[in-house]
C-alpha cells in the first residue's frame, strides 16, 4: 500500500542496518521519505545508506551513550526539520536460563531494550510535527506469550508497552501518537543464522493462525500504517503483528 502523506517526511530510526530496521528504512525510503537511521554497525549502514541514495543518512550511535543520541537526533533536526516518525527498533535478545541470568545481563537488557526509547522520544519529541508527529516502538509477541529463557528480554519488552501507554496519554493533546508494534517470530539473516532451524519453522507453522512466515518487510508496513495519518485514530495500543501466533 501506497502512503503518499509520508513522501518527502523526515523519519528517524535506530537499528536500522539489519533486519526488521533495515526493511523499514528501505521502505520508507522507497515511498519517497527522507530517513536518519543509526547503528553500531557501521559496515552495514554505510552500505544500506549508499545503496538507498540521497534520501537517506546513516549514523553510527550507540544507544548506550546519552551525549550520542542527542548529537545524532540535534544533527538530524538540522537536516530534516520538523520529523514525521520516530522508530524505536535497536534491541538485544539473548536467551539466558533464569539460573544464570546475572545482574550485569539483566541491566545490560534493559539498557539497550529500553533506556534508548525514553531518550530518544524524549529528544525528538519538541521537533515531530504537531498534529502529524508519530513514535513508533519495537514490543515482541513473547511478551504476549510468555517464553522459555527470555525473562529479561520479555520484561524489558512489557514495559515497551507500558511505555508507550503512558507517553501516548502525555503527549497526546499535541497531536503525537506513540504505540508499539509487536512481532511474532520474524525471519531476519540473524533468526535464520542463529535460532531458526528447520524443526523451529514447521513449528511456528503450526502455532501461527496463517503460516506463512513473517518476513522483515511484512513488519515494516506495519510501521508506515503507523507513521502514516492512515492510522490517524489508533494510540497508546499494541499492535500484534504475529500472524496470529498469540491468538492460539
Not at 536518519?36 to 557501521?42: E, G, I, S
Not at 514495559?159 to 496519554?169: E, K, Q
Request: glycine content about 8%.
Amino acid at each position: 500500500m501506497s502512503y503518499k502523506d509520508l513522501k518527502g517526511e523526515a523519519i528517524l530510526i535506530t537499528g536500522g542496518a539489519n533486519g526488521i530496521g533495515q526493511a523499514t528504512v528501505e521502505a520508507f525510503v522507497n515511498l519517497g521519505a527522507h530517513v536518519y537511521f543509526c547503528d553500531v554497525d557501521v559496515k552495514k549502514g554505510q552500505k544500506l545508506e549508499k545503496e538507498l541514495g540521497e534520501k537517506c543518512f546513516f549514523t553510527k550511535v550507540n544507544l548506550q551513550r546519552e551525549g550520542e543520541i542527542k548529537k545524532w537526533i540535534k544533527d538530524s533536526v538540522k537536516k530534516g526539520g520538523k520529523f514525521r516518525a520516530l522508530v524505536n527498533n535497536a534491541a538485544i535478545d539473548p536467551r539466558i536460563p533464569i539460573e544464570k541470568t546475572t545482574t550485569k545481563d539483566w541491566d545490560k537488557i534493559f539498557s539497550t531494550n529500553l533506556k534508548p526509547y525514553f531518550l530518544t522520544s524524549r529528544e525528538i519529541l519538541p521537533h515531530l510535527q504537531p498534529n502529524k508527529g508519530s513514535i513508533i516502538n519495537l514490543g515482541s509477541v513473547t511478551y504476549h506469550i510468555g517464553w522459555s529463557e527470555l525473562s529479561a528480554y520479555v520484561s524489558s519488552k512489557g514495559a515497551i508497552s507500558g511505555f508507550t501507554r503512558a507517553l501516548a496519554r502525555e503527549v497526546g493533546p499535541r497531536g503525537i501518537r506513540v504505540n508499539t508494534v509487536s512481532p511474532g517470530w520474524v525471519m531476519t539473516e540473524r533468526q535464520l543464522r542463529e535460532h531458526v532451524t528447520p524443526k523451529a519453522k514447521k513449528w511456528v507453522k503450526e502455532v501461527q493462525c496463517d503460516p506463512r512466515l513473517l518476513m522483515p518487510e511484512d513488519i515494516a508496513e506495519v510501521i508506515l500504517f503507523l507513521a502514516s495519518v492512515s492510522s490517524r485514530a489508533i494510540t497508546g495500543q499494541t499492535l500484534l503483528a504475529d500472524k496470529g501466533w498469540a491468538h492460539t
